[in-house]
């Protein structure tokens, strides 16, 4: 299994941004995915999570009312739309996977997961 981000850019502060998280996996409709993000000095903090049931999300309490996290099965993608962005949303965000199917408790445990991209840079600046 493996994952790969992208979308990361330089935005200003209150703009929008959409990450794309691509895995290959035969079964990933059946996986849930999460977003997590590590700031320069920062510990990693997890951003949100959407289970195999796409009804069934988690966020963060930074980023609720701000972020929406999706997926689209046919394209093995899962999405984080991005609105309202702060300078505290920098960092470089992450998506991993665990193969269960649904967001469990310690979802936000980067350290839970066995599978994780490599990352991309989302920096909010004017």
């Known amino acids: 299994v493996q994952l790969v981000e992208s979308g990361g850019d330089l935005v200003q502060p209150g703009g929008s941004l959409t990450l794309s998280c691509t895995v290959s996996?035969?079964?990933?409709?059946?996986?849930?995915i999460a977003w997590f993000r590590q700031a320069p000095g920062k510990e990693r903090e997890g951003v949100s999570c959407?289970?195999?049931?796409?009804?069934?999300?988690h966020y963060g309490d930074a980023v609720k009312g701000r972020f929406t996290i999706s997926r689209d099965n046919a394209k093995k993608t899962v999405y984080l739309r991005m609105n309202s962005l702060k300078s505290e949303d920098t960092g470089v965000y992450h998506c991993?996977?665990?193969?269960?199917?649904?967001?469990?408790?310690?979802?936000?445990?980067?350290?839970?997961?066995?599978?994780r991209g490599q990352g991309t840079q989302v920096t909010v600046s004017s």
């Open positions: 991993a996977t665990d193969l269960s199917g649904v967001c469990l408790p310690y979802w936000a445990t980067y350290d839970e997961y066995d599978y």
């Open positions: 996996a035969f079964t990933f409709d059946h996986f849930a």
């Open positions: 959407i289970g195999s049931d796409e009804r069934k999300t």
